[in-house]
T-cell receptor, first 114, second 116 residues
Framework: AQSVTQLGSHVSVSEGALVLLRCNYS??????LFWYVQYPNQGLQLLLK??????LVKGINGFEAEFKKSETSFHLTKPSAHMSDAAEYFC????????????FGKGTHLIIQP | EAGVTQFPSHSVIEKGQTVTLRCDPI?????LYWYRRVMGKEIKFLLH????????ESGMPNNRFLAERTGGTYSTLKVQPAELEDSGVYFC??????????????FGEGSRLTVL
C-alpha cells in the first residue's frame, strides 16, 4: 500500500531564504511522485512530477525536487523564497485509489516572513 | 481550454439535508476522480470513473454518498442525508485516459461543504 509523510504541517522561512519541504513515501511499486500546490481560494496545481529517468526534476516557479530511492524521499526545494510562494504544498504518490489515483500527504503550509 | 470546474464553491446545510456537488472535467478526459479533505487531514480518494463507469469506489465512506456520471461527461456527488462529519472540501480531478500514463491529475478548485 502507498503512503506519504510530510514532515511539518507548517514551515516558516524568510523571504529570500531556502525553502525545503520534506516528503517521504512508501510504495509497493516503483513510484510516480508529485508535488501539488494550493494557493488561497484556488485548486490544486501541479508543481512537478517524477516518473522515470532523471532523479532531479524541475517544476514551475523555480521549485525542484530530488527522488532518492535509498531514502524513499522526494523533498521539495527552492533556493530563494518569494512572498508569492505562500501556499499549501502536497506531496503525492501514484496509487491507492483508481487506476491513476493519488495518495496524498497531509500537506505543509509554507509561510514566508518578510 | 477550460479546466476542471466544480459547483458550488461553498455549501452550508443543516444536518439531515441533501447536497449535490457537481464536477465538469476537462473536455475529452475520460478519467474522473472525487477526493475529499476533512479539516487537518489528508486529501483522500473517494472514487474513480472511466467514462460513465465506476472503476473504483472503495473510498466512499458509506451509502449516504452517491456518485454518478451520466453520459461520461459531468459528474455529481450527492450526500443524503448529510452528517456533521461530512464537512470538508470535495475535490474533483480528471485525466485523459491512457495519455502517457504519467498519472498527472488536473484538479478543480473544490467544493467546500459545511454541515451544521
Amino acid at each position: 500500500a502507498q503512503s506519504v509523510t510530510q514532515l511539518g504541517s507548517h514551515v516558516s522561512v524568510s523571504e529570500g531564504a531556502l525553502v525545503l519541504l520534506r516528503c517521504n513515501y512508501s510504495s509497493s511499486v516503483p513510484p510516480y511522485l508529485f508535488w501539488y500546490v494550493q494557493y488561497p481560494n484556488q485548486g490544486l496545481q501541479l508543481l512537478l512530477k517524477y516518473t522515470t529517468g532523471a532523479t532531479l526534476v524541475k517544476g514551475i516557479n523555480g521549485f525542484e525536487a530530488e527522488f532518492k530511492k535509498s531514502e524513499t524521499s522526494f523533498h521539495l526545494t527552492k533556493p530563494s523564497a518569494h512572498m508569492s510562494d505562500a501556499a499549501e504544498y502536497f506531496c503525492a504518490v501514484r496509487g491507492g485509489g483508481g487506476a491513476d489515483g493519488l495518495t496524498f500527504g497531509k500537506g505543509t503550509h509554507l509561510i514566508i516572513q518578510p | 481550454e477550460a479546466g476542471v470546474t466544480q459547483f458550488p464553491s461553498h455549501s452550508v446545510i443543516e444536518k439531515g439535508q441533501t447536497v449535490t456537488l457537481r464536477c465538469d472535467p476537462i473536455s475529452g478526459h475520460d478519467n474522473l476522480y472525487w477526493y475529499r479533505r476533512v479539516m487537518g487531514k489528508e486529501i483522500k480518494f473517494l472514487l474513480h470513473f472511466v467514462k460513465e463507469s465506476k472503476q473504483d469506489e472503495s473510498g466512499m465512506p458509506n451509502n449516504r454518498f452517491l456518485a454518478e456520471r451520466t453520459g461520461g461527461t459531468y459528474s455529481t456527488l450527492k450526500v443524503q442525508p448529510a452528517e456533521l462529519e461530512d464537512s470538508g472540501v470535495y475535490f474533483c480531478a480528471s485525466s485523459q485516459l491512457g495519455l502517457s500514463d504519467t498519472g498527472e491529475l488536473f484538479f478543480g478548485e473544490g467544493s467546500r461543504l459545511t454541515v451544521l
